[in-house]
């Protein structure tokens, strides 16, 4: 660590490349703490966990007794141990005893994605909720038609207020907080949903993973999903840089710009000629759509398209990458799975086999780099390396199945929650012995 920051001081590493190394270095050196402890006064397994996206500093958690509750987890409440063991007791719970409470087990609990004085939860009694931090109380309702196994707000979005919901419905909803109201429904699922996640590139755009093996991309500034991806559509390892596919592009269009032009004319002219007017061929598009296709389909996809699946199974997870630009999944037929959101191609990297849960949704998490996947494997949660697919470590703690993960990229510690009521706190290993640059400015007098 010392000859890092020497580097760092002489100026052959540079600032940002200098945090990067620090912050790899920690998570490669991620075990359970033993300075940090959260009490968790839920009576019922741990189904979420989300850390505010504001502040990094207060961790929120939803069990199935119906509770919510939320930690600060830079302050502790209580110091044992002569001071070296942090117990972060919950700044306030919300269980059966409350008067806006749930019914049934909480399936999901998220943070407003801007301010950390309203956070979100489903249920399995039909609701999302929309709480008020400072007074704990339900601001908003949101009756839905089954059961809700996942709730999700965009962290880009300016321009609405929307909570995405998955239920036992096939339907996924838009809850319009501004409005009070559902915005709209996405329909092209066969089987209820799971998961849903917006993406990190565009405030326009959700992922949902269905209980019929598909996940599918909507837009949803128009009808029907524009793509639905397929297992059997691959592409191997990632794609090329930007400038290789510059270099590439510009070299095919430069080959076919001499016959290019011909063929646009010949295309227009063709065209022409078969359909006349082009005003009457577009409408005898849409008619001929209707009658042979019987839910809409994004301008474009053909039906055996849309009858893709990505898992053999329920799809349990979805994670999109920080960058926005890989999509992971995992299903119910224990497969783990890459994708190129760009091309919408399955990367083929061989992840290692785990098992999985099965009946509910499990809650993924990566790191800040996007170099691990945090994965909840029954008993265990495992890290894997995004690109060779390999479990880069293994954490072990809990006594039962494992329901979620979260990590922090302020702290790096990795936050966990499973069936056994307890939410385990995975640290950075903190060496108090000295490094072999300390010796170098000392004097003969040192000790």
Same mark, same amino acid.
């Given at each position: 660590?010392?000859?890092?920051?020497?580097?760092?001081?002489?100026?052959?590493?540079?600032?940002?490349?200098?945090?990067?190394?620090?912050?790899?270095?920690?998570?490669? $050196?991620?075990?359970?703490?033993?300075?940090?402890? /959260?009490?968790?006064?839920?009576?019922?397994?741990?189904?979420?966990?989300?850390?505010?996206?504001?502040?990094?500093?207060?961790?929120?958690?939803?069990?199935?007794?119906?509770?919510?509750?939320?930690?600060?987890?830079?302050?502790?409440?209580?110091?044992?141990?002569?001071?070296? /063991?942090?117990?972060?007791?919950?700044?306030? #719970?919300?269980?059966?005893?409350?008067?806006?409470?749930?019914?049934?087990? /909480?399936?999901?609990?998220? !943070?407003?994605?801007?301010?950390?004085?309203?956070? #979100? *939860?489903?249920?399995?009694?039909?609701?999302?909720?929309?709480?008020?931090?400072?007074?704990?109380?339900?601001?908003?309702?949101?009756?839905?038609?089954?059961?809700?196994?996942?709730?999700?707000?965009?962290?880009?979005?300016? $321009?609405?207020?929307?909570?995405?919901?998955?239920?036992?419905?096939?339907?996924?909803?838009?809850?319009?907080?501004?409005?009070?109201?559902?915005?709209?429904?996405?329909?092209?699922?066969?089987?209820?949903?799971?998961?849903?996640? !917006?993406?990190?590139?565009?405030?326009?755009?959700?992922?949902?993973?269905?209980?019929?093996?598909?996940?599918?991309? !909507?837009?949803?500034?128009?009808?029907?999903?524009?793509?639905?991806?397929?297992?059997?559509?691959?592409?191997?390892?990632?794609?090329?840089?930007?400038?290789?596919?510059?270099?590439?592009?510009?070299?095919?269009?430069?080959?076919?710009?001499?016959?290019?032009?011909?063929?646009?004319?010949?295309?227009?002219?063709?065209?022409?000629?078969?359909?006349?007017?082009?005003?009457?061929?577009?409408?005898?598009?849409?008619?001929?759509?209707?009658?042979?296709?019987?839910?809409?389909?994004?301008?474009?996809?053909?039906?055996?398209?849309?009858?893709?699946?990505?898992?053999?199974?329920?799809?349990?997870?979805?994670?999109?990458?920080?960058?926005?630009?890989?999509?992971?999944?995992?299903?119910?037929?224990?497969?783990?799975?890459?994708?190129?959101?760009?091309?919408?191609?399955? *990367?083929?990297?061989?992840?290692? *086999?785990?098992?999985?849960?099965?009946?509910?949704?499990?809650?993924?998490?990566?790191?800040?780099?996007?170099?691990?996947?945090?994965?909840?494997?029954?008993?265990? #949660?495992?890290?894997?390396?995004?690109?060779?697919?390999?479990?880069?470590? *293994?954490?072990?703690?809990?006594?039962?199945? #494992?329901?979620?993960?979260?990590?922090?990229?302020?702290?790096?510690?990795?936050?966990?929650?499973?069936?056994?009521?307890? /939410?385990?706190? !995975?640290?950075?290993?903190?060496?108090?012995?000295?490094?072999?640059?300390?010796?170098?400015?000392?004097?003969?007098?040192?000790?």
């Amino acid at each position: 660590m010392w000859k890092e920051i020497e580097k760092r001081e002489s100026g052959r590493v540079r600032p940002r490349s200098f945090a990067n190394r620090v912050k790899s270095s920690r998570v490669a $050196s991620l075990q359970l703490s033993n300075h940090k402890d /959260i009490v968790s006064p839920h009576k019922g397994s741990v189904n979420s966990l989300q850390v505010d996206l504001t502040e990094g500093r207060y961790l929120l958690s939803g069990a199935s007794d119906a509770s919510a509750a939320v930690y600060d987890v830079q302050q502790p409440q209580k110091l044992e141990g002569g001071g070296l /063991i942090a117990k972060h007791k919950p700044i306030f #719970v919300i269980d059966k005893q409350h008067e806006h409470r749930h019914k049934y087990a /909480i399936s999901s609990a998220i !943070w407003y994605p801007i301010d950390t004085g309203l956070f #979100v *939860t489903g249920s399995y009694d039909h609701y999302i909720k929309v709480w008020d931090t400072n007074s704990t109380q339900a601001v908003m309702n949101f009756k839905m038609p089954g059961k809700v196994y996942s709730t999700s707000m965009s962290s880009l979005a300016t $321009s609405h207020m929307l909570i995405a919901a998955g239920t036992e419905d096939v339907q996924v909803r838009l809850c319009d907080i501004a409005s009070g109201a559902f915005a709209h429904t996405l329909s092209g699922h066969r089987d209820g949903v799971m998961t849903v996640q !917006w993406s990190n590139s565009s405030e326009y755009v959700l992922v949902t993973g269905g209980c019929d093996g598909a996940i599918r991309f !909507w837009d949803i500034r128009r009808a029907g999903c524009f793509r639905v991806l397929d297992q059997s559509h691959s592409q191997l390892g990632r794609r090329p840089p930007l400038l290789e596919r510059s270099a590439m592009t510009k070299g095919s269009t430069s080959r076919s710009s001499s016959g290019g032009q011909n063929m646009s004319k010949a295309t227009a002219v063709s065209r022409k000629s078969s359909h006349g007017n082009g005003a009457k061929h577009s409408g005898s598009n849409r008619i001929s759509a209707k009658g042979s296709i019987k839910h809409r389909l994004h301008p474009g996809m053909l039906s055996s398209q849309d009858r893709a699946t990505a898992h053999y199974g329920a799809v349990t997870g979805l994670k999109i990458s920080e960058d926005g630009m890989y999509l992971f999944s995992a299903g119910s037929d224990s497969r783990l799975r890459l994708w190129d959101i760009e091309s919408g191609c399955n *990367t083929l990297v061989n992840f290692e *086999t785990v098992r999985l849960q099965t009946n509910k949704p499990i809650q993924l998490s990566v790191s800040e780099d996007s170099a691990l996947v945090f994965v909840p494997c029954m008993t265990v #949660v495992k890290a894997f390396d995004f690109w060779s697919g390999k479990t880069y470590f *293994t954490f072990r703690g809990h006594y039962e199945y #494992v329901n979620c993960c979260c990590y922090s990229a302020l702290d790096q510690e990795l936050y966990t929650g499973g069936n056994d009521r307890q /939410i385990l706190v !995975w640290s950075p290993f903190i060496s108090y012995e000295a490094d072999e640059g300390t010796t170098r400015n000392e004097d003969s007098w040192s000790d």
